[in-house]
C-alpha cells in the first residue's frame, strides 16, 4: 500500500482530530441501539441462498471448527464481503456444533442492540431446541428499542446456551474483570470490526534506536532481537513466524514496546507499507476471550489500515467487494419513509 505524502487524510478531510478519527474510547459503555428491520423469514433452513452465500456459510463453518479445535490464545479472523452471508453462516454453524456437542455455550456479539434483536430472532427461529438468549439494555426492559422480550434476567442468561450481546456490553465486562453471565464460554463470535480502545505503530527506525539504547545483557539481546525481526519485515511479503522476543519481553523495555509485544503475541498486529517502508501497527480491541473468539467482518484489513492516521479517501475506495452470484430481496417499508432491499445477512 503505497501513501503520497501530499495526499489528504481520511481525518482531514472530515474535519477531525487524530483522536476523533481514531476514535479510541477507554469507556465505552453506551450500547449504540440501530434499527430493527422485519424478515419474512427467520428460520433460517426456510432461506434459499445463493450459492455465493453457501459458498461462505462453507468457509464459515471450516473456520469455526478451526477456532474451537486451536489450542493458539490469539484473536482470530474471518473476512468476506458484505452481505455474503457471515451472520447466517455463523448462525447455522453454532447451531450444529451445540447441538453435536462439540460446543456446549457460546458468545455472539453484535454492534448494535439492534444486531442483538435480529440475530435472536434468526437464531431461536432456526434452532428452537437451543436455549438462546438476548443480553442487552432493551432486552432487560431498559427501553431504547422495541424487542420480543425486555424482561430478561441474569439468572436466566446464566443458563443459556447462546448468549447474544453488544460490542460494548463485552468491553464493559472485561474492563471491570465482572463477567455477569459467567465465563463457560466455549466459543465466542464478534460480528462486525469493534471499535478499537487503542492502538499504536512501531517503525524500523525505532527498532535501531532501541537496539542502540539497550546493547548489554539479556535486555541488549532482546532489543537486537526486535531489531533483527523488524529489518526482516521490511523483505518478507510473507508470513513471518511468531518471534520468541515476544513471549518474554523484559519489563523494563518502555511501554510502546510491551505494548508491542503484547499485540504481536495475541495476532493483534498488522503491517502497513508507505513506499519501501513497512511499519507495524496494533489494536487493543478489549473484547472478551479473545482467545477463543472469531471475529467476522467485511473491513478486517480496511479497519487496520483505519488505525494508520495517514490512511486517505483514495485508498478505502479501493477496498471493493465481488457481489455477483448475491441475491437481493425486498423489505417492508420500517420506518415508514424508508423502503430498499437487504442481502442475505
Excluded at 123 to 142: C, D, K, L, Q, Y
Excluded at 286 to 313: H, I, K, Y
Amino acid at each position: 500500500m503505497v501513501f503520497d505524502e501530499h495526499e489528504e487524510t481520511l481525518g482531514e478531510s472530515m474535519g477531525m482530530t487524530l483522536e476523533e478519527f481514531l476514535g479510541f474510547e477507554e469507556d465505552t459503555t453506551e450500547e449504540p441501539v440501530g434499527v430493527v428491520f422485519d424478515n419474512d423469514t427467520y428460520d433460517l433452513f426456510k432461506v434459499d441462498f445463493s450459492n455465493a452465500v453457501l459458498s461462505t456459510h462453507r468457509a464459515i463453518a471450516d473456520a469455526l471448527e478451526a477456532r474451537v479445535g486451536s489450542k493458539s490464545e490469539v484473536l482470530r479472523f474471518y473476512s468476506d464481503f458484505t452481505g455474503r452471508g457471515k451472520t447466517s453462516g455463523a448462525i447455522l454453524s453454532l447451531g450444529e456444533m451445540i447441538e453435536s456437542g462439540q460446543a456446549d455455550r457460546v458468545l455472539f456479539l453484535t454492534r448494535e442492540i439492534a444486531g442483538v434483536e435480529e440475530v435472536y430472532r434468526h437464531f431461536s427461529n432456526t434452532w428452537p431446541n437451543i436455549n438462546v438468549i438476548p443480553w442487552s439494555g432493551a432486552h432487560r426492559g431498559e427501553g431504547k428499542i422495541d424487542v420480543i422480550r425486555n424482561n430478561i434476567t441474569r439468572d436466566e442468561a446464566k443458563k443459556a446456551q447462546v448468549v447474544i450481546s453488544t460490542h460494548a456490553a463485552g468491553k464493559l465486562w472485561r474492563k471491570h474483570g465482572d463477567y455477569p453471565l459467567g465465563k463457560d464460554f466455549d466459543l465466542v463470535l464478534i460480528d462486525e470490526y469493534p471499535d478499537p480502545v487503542a492502538g499504536g505503530q512501531f517503525h524500523l527506525s525505532e527498532a535501531e534506536a532501541l537496539s542502540e539504547k539497550y546493547y548489554r545483557g539479556p535486555m541488549g539481546e532482546q532489543a537486537q532481537a526486535v531489531r533483527d525481526w523488524m529489518r526482516e519485515l521490511q523483505n518478507n511479503r510473507g508470513r513471518i513466524p511468531k518471534p520468541d522476543w515476544a513471549k518474554g519481553i523484559d519489563p523494563r523495555f518502555p511501554k510502546e514496546v510491551r505494548e508491542l509485544a503484547e499485540a504481536v503475541r495475541q495476532g493483534r498486529s498488522f503491517v502497513v507499507t508507505r513506499g519501501k517502508h513497512r511499519s507495524l501497527h496494533w489494536s487493543k480491541l478489549n473484547m472478551p476471550f479473545e482467545e477463543r473468539a472469531l471475529l467476522c467482518s467485511a473491513t478486517n484489513e480496511l479497519e487496520g489500515w483505519q488505525m494508520d492516521p495517514r490512511v486517505s479517501l483514495n485508498h478505502l475506495k479501493e477496498h471493493r467487494g465481488a457481489y455477483s452470484g448475491v441475491s437481493a430481496h425486498p423489505f417492508r417499508q420500517h420506518p415508514p419513509t424508508c423502503s430498499g432491499a437487504f442481502a442475505h445477512l
